[in-house]
C-alpha cells in the first residue's frame, strides 16, 4: 500500500534525524538544530489528527510508538 509506504519513510527519515544529528558533537549548525527540533516535535506530539502523525503512522503501521519514542527522545 502506498499510504504504509510514505508513513514507514516519514518514520525512518524522523529516526535517521534524530540518531544522526544527536550523535555529531556540538555546536550544531542552523539545519541540523532545525531538522533535530522538527523531528523531536513530531515525535513528542499525540495528535491523531494528522494522517501523518507520530500515532498514527505507528498505529498504522503496527508499531509501539510509546516504546519508540522511550528510545528515540533518551
Known amino acids: ?4 509506504k510514505l508513513m514507514l519513510a516519514v518514520l ?3 529516526i535517521e534525524i534524530l540518531t544522526k ?3 555529531k ?3 550544531l549548525n542552523h539545519k541540523d538544530t532545525d531538522s533535530l527540533a522538527e523531528a523531536e516535535s513530531w ?3 499525540d495528535d491523531d489528527n494528522s494522517l ?3 500515532k498514527n503512522v505507528c498505529d498504522e503501521l503496527q ?3 510509546a516504546r519508540i ?4 527522545m533518551t
Open 63 to 65: 508499531l509501539p510508538a
Open 12 to 14: 525512518k527519515d524522523a
Open 52 to 54: 501523518f502523525s507520530f
Open 1 to 4: 500500500q502506498p499510504e504504509k
Open 25 to 27: 558533537p556540538s555546536p
Open 69 to 72: 519514542r522511550q528510545k528515540l
Open 21 to 23: 544529528i544527536k550523535a
Open 43 to 45: 515525535l513528542a506530539n
